[in-house]
């Protein structure tokens, strides 16, 4: 195992940051540091060690960041005897200044599970059987040749992930676009951050987070709109706290039909929770941006300087006064006035989103009007002023900009031919190898191809949709076709790999080398500490292996891609990124090896600290030759034509765009009265094949539930901990009910559960109740992101009759306060 040199490891600087190793499930957020705006978030350092290691004796420390969300929290992995054995936060690093979150804390553990996959296995009629690397890789090649040769390029997917290196992405790219040709590549990002981006390119006409996590410290105000912080980026809500606990706090606006951690903060901080009914949260928006402008809270300085399209959005809005949309959503006309004026009275104002408008009804449309609202009221680019378009999972940033989700390597555009022949120039291929005659395949679309047997290779990685994708009835007949040759490159045998032709074990964090970027723009190197189990090989190796048995070759006929190892692909991807706005010239493994702290993009030689927000001087990526999008309709998703758009935004401002509020297609019925919306709870990560084997977090939640209000529970006949049915005309989940203070009508299921720790064979039949949230989630999408609605469904809810006994109800994240 190659030794990389040690990182300056992060000492605890002062006395407030001595490592501290709490109960994470008992206290998620730990103690408090307060402090005002303007000031600098004191370090805290959290560590958790094995039993009976204690600090001194670890034997080297390895820097890195958090894999399990996408808050980037910087951390050294303790390291004894070649294992790992614990972790300690980094107090120098921008992100997290030495804290750590439960997952964080515990779920590294995992990877040392007895079942983790050691060996490349192959299907033998039912079984998955054994072998080596040869034989796998040598099955994969064989018909990926067959395929081209038979069908061409487009019989051939790639379904990524939000989970892999930057390094990885980026090959994934160059092999699937450039080397073979295909236009189906997607990740899993279309599933979670696919609307972050489709938001900022309606609005800035390119990807690109604009804030940072440092507007905490200057907020006065703080909007998370569908964002459940204090579970989904527990580290981010510290830093809230402890503003908060401080002499000049922030007030909060939430706005989530559940009563979150989040919501309680908002109404304790004086400011205002709102729980509209799901699916209307553009009628929401729409009304907040009318009350806004009828008091005039508008900076009109820099809405003429920096924007176009004000007087369209002001006459959209105009039809939404707060009489009305009280009504769509279920609120008080007067709740939206004190929201409208607190967002209006704000001086420095940080909106954040997240999936409660990205998997809902409208949900780029929602997206937009929260970048128009900070637009409106000039609140972008200074310190305490942003907009932070969530990412959710640890390395989405990546995929979106390495390419990996269809779109062009360094936000470049798909539909600009000079950016489509300078990424060929990167690459030395011929740009008419590279597709780019049709918008990229969004994964949606490639499932569908896959149910009608166009595409007959699929090659998974990292990501389970055999859990998490909607309507999982359907995903398994998809994926269970003998005419499909399904590819799982995983680390775990998840439900997934199991329905398999080749299944190639990985190597995972902790255990290769590459870096990842958070939803902050901040870049950290993870570098190798302990080698991995058996055979599995690091996810670039298994990618760089098969383009060489491909034997794939360039204009001059030398190898593609032309780089062989982590910090070589680095380089070429660093190279490709210059003068584009996710500018990494700067950046290298030696030069983020040295530094005590993450970086953000850009960083070159212009900016060679980074750079802590995007437009801080109103210049924005939006001329029509240097932007990555053009745009769409927000209500049709149609996309704009290039003339359209240069006729729209000839002088590279931002675009306020106002869309009409549309019913939901799946409302609540008599037959299914409820609005199912599915989410996260603290303790797991997604389909939990991490924590789910991580002890302390499995047995903080060690199943599913049901949340539902009182008031519901009562008119169902259920009291707290039944057993209960959650049906929709997709399917149902069977679960003991948690009654909590969402709004009336809401119900909430975690989507974290699926069948791999429950008894071979104990998946529902067709009809019967499942435990996967999945199994009731019908398919349908945002028709500008492409983003599948997994937060609105109309749903039944029954209890299960002859209950034996009373189970107690579920523990866990009730704890949560
Ligand atoms: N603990 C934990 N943390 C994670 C993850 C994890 O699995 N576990 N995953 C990471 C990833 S990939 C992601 S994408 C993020 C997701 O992070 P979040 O988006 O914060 O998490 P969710 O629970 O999916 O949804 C957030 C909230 O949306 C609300 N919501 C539902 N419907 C609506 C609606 O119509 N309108 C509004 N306004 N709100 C609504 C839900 O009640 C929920 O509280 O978390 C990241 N962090
Ligand atoms: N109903 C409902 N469904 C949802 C959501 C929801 O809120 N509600 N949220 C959606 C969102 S936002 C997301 S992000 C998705 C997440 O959905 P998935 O991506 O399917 O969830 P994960 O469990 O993270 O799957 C990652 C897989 O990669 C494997 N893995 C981990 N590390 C590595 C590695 O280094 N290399 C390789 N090769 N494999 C690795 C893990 O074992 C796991 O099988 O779910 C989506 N689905
Ligand atoms: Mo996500």
């Known amino acids: 195992m190659s030794e990389p040199s040690p990182r300056p490891s992060s000492p605890p600087s002062s006395p407030s940051s001595t490592p501290r190793d709490r109960d994470a499930i008992a206290d998620p957020w730990g103690a408090r540091c307060p402090y005002a705006a303007g000031e600098t978030w004191p370090?805290?350092?959290?560590?958790?060690?094995?039993?009976?290691?204690?600090?001194?004796?670890?034997?080297?420390?390895?820097?890195?960041?958090?894999?399990?969300?996408?808050?980037?929290?910087?951390?050294?992995?303790?390291?004894?005897?070649?294992?790992?054995?614990?972790?300690?936060?980094?107090?120098?690093?921008?992100?997290?200044?030495?804290?750590?979150?439960?997952?964080?804390?515990?779920?590294?553990?995992?990877?040392?599970?007895?079942?983790?996959?050691?060996?490349?296995?192959?299907?033998?009629?039912?079984?998955?059987?054994?072998?080596?690397?040869?034989?796998?890789?040598?099955?994969?090649?064989?018909?990926?040749?067959?395929?081209?040769?038979?069908?061409?390029?487009?019989?051939?997917?790639?379904?990524?992930?939000?989970?892999?290196?930057?390094?990885?992405?980026?090959?994934?790219?160059?092999?699937?676009?450039?080397?073979?040709?295909?236009?189906?590549?997607d990740g899993n990002t279309r599933l979670c951050t696919a609307t972050a981006a489709a938001a900022l390119k309606e609005t800035f006409a390119c990807d690109g987070q604009p804030g940072s996590y440092g507007d905490v410290d200057h907020a006065d105000v703080i909007a998370l709109f569908g964002h459940n912080a204090a579970e989904t980026q527990p580290v981010l809500w510290m830093r809230i706290l402890d503003r908060l606990a401080g002499p000049t706090p922030p007030r909060l606006l939430c706005v989530d039909p559940r009563r979150t951690a989040v919501a309680r903060a908002a109404v304790e901080s004086g400011g205002v929770h709102l729980a509209p009914l799901p699916g209307t949260n553009l009628a929401l928006m729409n009304g907040l941006l009318h009350q806004v402008i009828a008091d005039d809270r508008i900076d009109h300085g820099y809405v003429d300087a920096h924007t176009v399209g004000f007087d369209e959005l002001a006459a959209g809005v105009a039809e939404y006064p707060p009489g009305r949309v009280a009504d769509i959503c279920g609120l008080d006309a007067e709740e939206i006035r004190a929201a409208a004026r607190l967002l209006g009275s704000a001086e420095r104002l940080l909106s954040t989103v997240l999936q409660g408008f990205y998997q809902s009804h409208q949900a780029t449309a929602a997206a937009v009007q929260v970048n128009n609202l900070n637009l409106v009221r000039g609140m972008l680019g200074r310190p305490g002023c942003g907009i932070l378009q969530m990412n959710g999972q640890p390395t989405a940033e990546n995929t979106r900009e390495c390419g990996a989700d269809g779109d062009m390597a360094g936000f470049r555009n798909w539909n600009n031919d000079a950016h489509v022949a300078e990424l060929a120039r990167h690459w030395n291929l011929d740009p008419l190898q590279i597709p780019h005659m049709a918008p990229p395949t969004h994964a949606m679309q490639m499932f569908r191809y896959v149910e009608q047997g166009t595409i007959r290779m699929l090659w998974v990685s990292a990501t389970n949709p055999a859990v998490s994708m909607p309507d999982l009835a359907r995903i398994r007949r998809i994926l269970g076709q003998e005419r499909l040759f399904l590819v799982v490159q995983d680390i775990f045998p998840s439900e997934t790999a199991r329905l398999a032709d080749v299944v190639l074990p990985a190597a995972t964090w902790a255990e290769k080398t590459g870096c990842f970027t958070n939803a902050d723009r901040t870049v950290h190197l993870s570098d190798k500490a302990v080698d991995p189990p058996g055979d599995a090989r690091a996810d670039l190796d298994i990618l760089l292996d098969f383009a060489r048995r491909m034997d794939f070759r360039d204009a001059d006929g030398r190898p593609f891609p032309a780089w062989h190892d982590a910090e070589s692909a680095f380089d070429a991807w660093a190279a490709s990124t210059a003068g584009r706005p996710c500018d990494y010239t700067g950046l290298s493994h030696a030069t983020l090896r040295a530094r005590a702290s993450g970086v953000q993009w850009p960083c070159n030689d212009a900016h060679p600290d980074g750079t802590e927000r995007l437009y801080a001087d109103g210049r924005f990526w939006s001329a029509p030759?240097?932007?990555?999008?053009?745009?769409?309709?927000?209500?049709?998703?149609?996309?704009?034509?290039?003339?359209?758009?240069?006729?729209?935004?000839?002088?590279?401002?931002?675009?306020?765009?106002?869309?009409?509020?549309?019913?939901?297609?799946?409302?609540?019925?008599?037959?299914?009265?409820?609005?199912?919306?599915?989410?996260?709870?603290?303790?797991?990560?997604?389909?939990?094949?991490?924590?789910?084997?991580?002890?302390?977090?499995?047995?903080?939640?060690?199943?599913?539930?049901?949340?539902?209000?009182?008031?519901?529970?009562?008119?169902?006949?259920?009291?707290?901990?039944?057993?209960?049915?959650?049906?929709?005309?997709?399917?149902?989940?069977?679960?003991?009910?948690?009654?909590?203070?969402?709004?009336?009508?809401?119900?909430?299921?975690?989507?974290?559960?699926?069948?791999?720790?429950?008894?071979a064979g104990d998946r529902p039949g067709d009809g019967e109740p499942g435990r996967a949230a999945?199994?009731?989630?019908?398919?349908?999408?945002?028709?500008?992101?492409?983003?599948?609605?997994?937060?609105?469904?109309?749903?039944?809810?029954?209890?299960?009759?002859?209950?034996?006994?009373?189970?107690?109800?579920?523990?866990?994240?009730?704890?949560?306060?």
């Open 43 to 185: 370090a805290r350092v959290d560590v958790h060690l094995a039993d009976g290691v204690r600090e001194e004796d670890v034997e080297r420390w390895v820097p890195t960041a958090s894999l399990l969300h996408s808050n980037g929290d910087a951390m050294d992995i303790a390291v004894c005897d070649g294992r790992v054995v614990g972790v300690r936060g980094r107090a120098d690093d921008r992100v997290n200044r030495g804290r750590l979150g439960p997952k964080d804390l515990y779920a590294w553990q995992a990877n040392a599970s007895a079942d983790r996959l050691t060996r490349p296995l192959v299907r033998d009629g039912d079984r998955l059987v054994e072998t080596d690397w040869n034989t796998a890789m040598g099955r994969v090649v064989d018909r990926t040749r067959t395929l081209l040769r038979e069908q061409g390029p487009s019989a051939i997917g790639f379904y990524t992930s939000g989970q892999l290196f930057a390094e990885e992405y980026y090959s994934l790219a160059a092999i699937a676009h450039g080397a073979i040709g295909t236009n189906h590549v």
């Open 625 to 759: 030759d240097e932007c990555e999008s053009y745009g769409r309709d927000l209500v049709t998703g149609a996309p704009l034509e290039e003339t359209e758009y240069r006729a729209l935004n000839p002088d590279a401002k931002a675009v306020l765009k106002a869309a009409e509020f549309l019913p939901p297609r799946t409302a609540p019925d008599d037959e299914y009265p409820f609005a199912l919306v599915t989410g996260r709870t603290i303790h797991h990560f997604h389909t939990r094949t991490k924590t789910g084997r991580t002890p302390e977090l499995r047995d903080a939640a060690p199943e599913p539930w049901i949340e539902c209000s009182a008031t519901d529970a009562r008119r169902c006949g259920l009291g707290d901990g039944d057993l209960a049915d959650v049906r929709t005309a997709q399917g149902a989940v069977r679960a003991r009910v948690r009654i909590t203070e969402t709004r009336d009508g809401v119900l909430f299921v975690p989507f974290h559960y699926g069948y791999w720790d429950t008894p």
């Open 774 to 817: 999945n199994e009731t989630v019908p398919t349908d999408w945002d028709p500008v992101s492409k983003q599948p609605l997994f937060k609105i469904a109309a749903a039944a809810l029954q209890r299960v009759p002859d209950q034996s006994g009373t189970a107690a109800p579920t523990a866990g994240s009730e704890g949560v306060r």
